[in-house]
């Protein structure tokens, strides 16, 4: 024999049109079809429920009297859905008529370059959590009265030689900077565990296929 059947497979696997084993190629492009039909889906969810969400934190902070949070909540899960948005909507640039394995490296890419803007938007994200929630926090009344404020009369109370900064204590807000400053450092690390745990088997798949098709490319 001429060929081997293994070369034979790289021939219909290169060549759009070839008819030694069309089969291989309608496998690889339903694979790819539904890996990448599957991410947009999940994709679209996530965005769905983070944009209801916002509203619901909205809405409970108003109901339990922590306004202030849900006001500084509201914007950031806004923030992401309309840059994740973009993003989806960039998908429609990822060209459905290659063949399956540029297809997928094109998806590929745009995914690579989705989990960069979210990696680098983390980086801000969580730091901006952790005001918020001092935020929303201090500006609870009880009894008329800020929670902020009562915390820091008893604090100062008890710890009069306390060193003051604005009529803050500057332990507080030293530690305070410390801790968004190490939120930035890992608010990447963060969202790529986060993506992890929600998309990791389909990136797997992803990453499999594609490896499994440059095999048979080379």
Not at 56 to 81: C, E
Not at 111 to 136: E, H, M, W
């Amino acid at each position: 024999m001429d060929k081997s059947i293994e070369n034979m497979w790289k021939e219909a696997f290169l060549k759009s049109d070839a008819l030694v084993a069309p089969k291989i190629n309608n496998l690889y492009n339903k694979k790819s079809q539904h890996i990448v039909d599957k991410f947009k889906r999940m994709f679209k969810i996530n965005l769905s429920a983070i944009f209801v969400f916002a509203f619901i934190v909205l809405i409970a902070s108003y109901l339990t009297g922590i306004v202030y949070l849900g006001i500084a909540m509201f914007p950031l899960f806004m923030t992401v859905v309309i840059v994740n948005q973009k993003l989806y909507k960039s998908i429609v640039d990822v060209d459905n008529s290659l063949d399956s394995y540029h297809y997928l490296k094109s998806f590929d890419t745009w995914l690579k370059k989705s989990i960069d803007v979210n990696t680098k938007l983390s980086r801000f994200l969580y730091p901006y959590v952790l005001l918020a929630l001092i935020v929303g926090f201090w500006f609870v009344k009880e009894d008329g009265v800020f929670l902020g404020n009562i915390f820091l009369s008893d604090l100062i109370a008890d710890k009069p030689d306390l060193y003051l900064v604005f009529g803050l204590p500057l332990i507080g807000i030293i530690a305070l900077v410390f801790l968004l400053g190490f939120l930035a450092f890992i608010g990447g690390k963060l969202y790529l565990f986060e993506m992890n745990a929600i998309y990791g088997k389909e990136i797997s798949k992803l990453d499999e296929l594609i490896t499994d098709m440059e095999e048979l490319r080379n």
